[in-house]
């Protein structure tokens, strides 16, 4: 906690949530770049001085080192597989890659089997590191907005390397490229460095309660295995073959590319130039065709018709051994894998609930392995009496079992929907709603039948939402009957809402019948509300109008709401306003407070002096419409109005209002800070003038002065605080940023060390970011900042006189430790006078709880950071493994020695202070 207060102000130099997307997506095709072109280098060079029959044995060796790493080292660094391993890795990746450039041209067996190994290698590990490092640092919804991006720049990664591979080995040849490889990798781990900001915060703020459900998750067992689960079962048995015929192809492929190409730099070319046409492909699919894919046909038969393919082209490569139908075999199946495997494959887990959904991945992991494990072995038992064209044949009925296999999924899958749903699983919801899209039409129809019937009116509602997905006429048929069936009123009201869109001329009738026979008043209000909403031209005013004399509150105001939006006759409009009037002026409160819900809803600034005099009812609900509808408006009137409600007689309407105010100001304060950045320095002086005209709350006076400070960031940084404050650190932030003499804005931490001379309490307190904002740098740069250095030097000084205080009234126990953590408290504070708070608020922990070793690296940091002086004074107050004198003579020399003079009035002070916390008493004196 503490640590998340201090890092409030922005960190130079390091990763911001900002620009945490560009530094991932950056690093990650740098890592697949280095990763491609350090595999393909090697690659090529084993291929010529070694050839491919060798390839099994690398295949086996790095599965067999995969797998022991996966059980040996991963289950041992749980929490740490993301951003701590990937910096592991990038140092054995750039050292392989600079010891290929000195050793290369290698020709001897060990060498090079030793090299591709490690290639392989590293590339699976950092792989599966960045894949962790993104589960740790995007939430799901900001998954599904940057991954895209993410592995779109990967596929400009491998792009990038073939290019390099193409055009820059005639120049700089294998040694250079190898050389410049490294020197990626140096760069990637510069990046993973700013990204390390990031890391440390999520490990700060994992606590035991995480871990503890962690643990229960991940102790929880499952009622079905993988080889009894329908869709599991299926998926593991694809897994399985496609990664059998991937190595195996792969194995064919090499064979073939290394007889193709006799000369060393034509085969690294050619192998760059077909890796950057497989991912231009890639991105040119996802980017414009797989969502219609998916959108358009079941994911079943989407999955059968590519290993059909390859099929008929495998069994084509048996009859003629040609280079272009390998070539096409191994291109088709790279996109197999990248467009179509994995996507899919996110897709069907999907349905699967998330309890069950890790253990069914982690056997798709193993069963993964072992495939790969298999498949070096039987090249390894069958290179040198199987010809390739049997090795074809094999993968063409593998192929076709993997077709076969991937036209039952369908059936699983709906087997699996189909259990989600009548087993009411605790998860089933929105999300497994929406897995009916991926079904064929008619099961999907038939399944959101049974839906649209079920007992549960939230999943009927998420049903009618996907039939409104579906044809315009099917979508009128399902959802007409129930208009007169449903009886529950929201799904009515998302059936009427949905067929208004979809077929107002064929709803018209039944909506009318509703309307006049239904004995919910709520449901024809919003069917009401719903018509103005959408505006269709078959139901038009005159199935409104006649609800404008409805005794029922909310009937008569969405009828005047609606008659205002759909009608374009004078009369008519006439007609309800007047009835608005009516309702405004009647004697019932209800009928009031629907009013003044009206006029907030239309938002019309014409409404404003009605709504003051609605505003000054005493009853709740109607002074709390009416200051709805003023904050809805925001006039200068209504604001005006709204502010004058904080001194209403009902403390429930004043605090409604001071509530409202709060949040209109922090979104006018979000809209000016988006503009910032695109406003000259006068246009932001006249937004400054114009915010200090006219009457307008605390943060608005705070916002105009913040405007006028000229640092960028910290003005971008009090402006991002002060949306957040509530009225306590506005009034403290109006305190600190003030405007002085010939316009000029002065800022001041004096208010803060007020506070801080007051606090007693453990935690950081809440102004601890405002202090870093306006103190931050001080400690690095003290001839720049010589007032707040001072004050910093205060602050010590001050805890320095109430240690000799406790020393001279003898106190101990309770009275001690709560002086203790008044102590680190305020010693964490001095992190805020830093440009970097984060580390030194670390450091200053360490102090505190470290080992021996820990606490003295800390120390040397402190002192590296702010200075001998300001360290002799914050360590022994911090370590409490520091030999401290316990006599207040000793400590008084001791204090002398640290620059701390005992003047009377200081003690004085900090007596007074310490009596003031209850730590001693006034006899103690």
Known sequence: MAESVVMAPA????????????????FFMLLKASNNLLYLSVLTTFLENIGASSLPWVYLLVNIVFIVFQFQFMSRIVGYEGHWLLSLVNWPAAALSFAAALMFPANTMPVL?????????????????????????????????????????GSFGFIISGLLLKFVLDFVGIRGLLVGNGTIILVSAIILQLLKPIEQARLAEADESDKSAETADSAETISESSLQHPLARLLNISSFLILFNKYLVDFLFAAAVASYFTARNDLAAFMGVFGASADFAVIGLQTFVMHRVFAAFSIGKILAAMPLLLTILCIA???SLEFAVIASVQFIVLLNSKNFTVPATTILMGVIPQKQRVYYRRDMSIVCSISSTLVGIFLLLVRNSIGAEVLFLIAAGLYLLLSLTHYLIDRAYLTTLRRAIDNRQLDFGEDQVASLRFLQYG???????????????????????????????????????????????????????????????????????????????????????T??????????????????????????????ISTIRLTRQSDMLSRALRKLAEMAHDAGDLMRASAAAVMGELGLPLFVPALLELAASKETVVAGNAASALARIQTPDAVVGLENLLFHDNHEVAERAESLLAASTRDSISR???????????????????LRSGRHQDSQEVLANILCIENLEQRR??????????????????????????????????PLLLLAGEYVGSAMPDWAALLGILAGGTLEEPEEHESLHESVCGLLKMLWHERLVIAQTGVAGAAMQKWQGRVMTLVRLVACFSSEPAPMSRSINELKSGKAYARGMAAEYIEARAGHALAQLIVPLADASTSVPQEFEALVKFAAGKGVATAEDSLAAARNRLQRFALIEEKNQ
Request: with cysteine.
């Open 11 to 26: 960190q130079t130099g390091a990763a911001s949530r900002e620009n945490l997307p560009h530094l991932v997506a950056g």
């Open 717 to 750: 940084n009090l402006i991002a605080l002060l949306e957040k404050s509530d009225r306590e650190m506005v009034r403290l932030m109006q305190a600190c940023i003030k405007m002085g003499d010939e316009d000029r804005v002065e800022l001041s931490i004096e």
């Open 443 to 529: 099961e999907r129809l038939q399944q959101l039948q049974q839906l649209l019937g079920d007992e549960n009116p939230r999943i009927r509602s998420q049903a009618v939402e996907e039939v409104s997905l579906l044809p315009s006429a099917t979508a009128t048929q399902l959802l007409l009957p129930l208009l007169e069936n449903e009886t529950d009123s929201r799904c009515l009201t998302a059936v009427a809402r949905n067929l208004l869109q979809i077929s107002p001329h064929a709803a018209a009738q039944h909506i009318r019948r509703v309307l006049a026979e239904t004995e919910d008043q709520r449901l024809r209000a919003d069917i009401i509300e």
């Open 113 to 153: 089997l030793s090299f591709l190994v490690m290639a392989m290698l590293i590339d699976l590990v950092s792989t599966q590191a960045f894949t962790a490092m993104l589960n740790h640092f995007f939430s799901i919804a900001e998954s599904r907005r940057f991954m895209p991006v993410i592995y779109a720049s």
């Open 672 to 690: 000016i800070s988006r503009l910032l950045p695109g406003i000259t320095a006068e246009e932001r002086r006249r937004l400054t003038t114009r």
């Open 317 to 319: 490569a048996s009859f």
């Open 531 to 560: 018509i103005g909403k959408v505006r269709a031209a078959d139901i038009g005013e005159d199935f409104v109008t006649p609800f404008l004399d409805s005794p029922h509150h909310r009937v008569r105001a969405s009828a005047v």
